[in-house]
């Protein structure tokens, strides 16, 4: 039984997470053939403050983005 764990960054909507959870578990039948009743997709949404890289949190990149109208993510 497949089993695929995403995680994100809070803020999507649930459109947008529904159709990733489509996506994947397509993905996980052609690849490895697996029944689709047999895939487990989660999702896990991190809030941005309790993610970091570099010593800098998400929301911290993204306060800093919206202040400089830099798109880098």
Do not use: K, Q
């Amino acid at each position: 039984m497949p089993l695929v764990e995403v995680t994100l960054a809070a803020g999507r909507d649930a459109a947008t997470i529904r159709t990733l959870i489509d996506r994947v578990h397509h993905a996980v039948v052609d690849a490895v053939g697996a029944p689709p009743a047999n895939i487990r997709v989660i999702v896990r949404e991190v809030p941005p403050e309790h993610w970091a890289a570099g010593n800098e949190t998400l929301a911290e990149r993204y306060a800093a983005r919206d202040r400089t109208g830099s798109g880098d993510e």
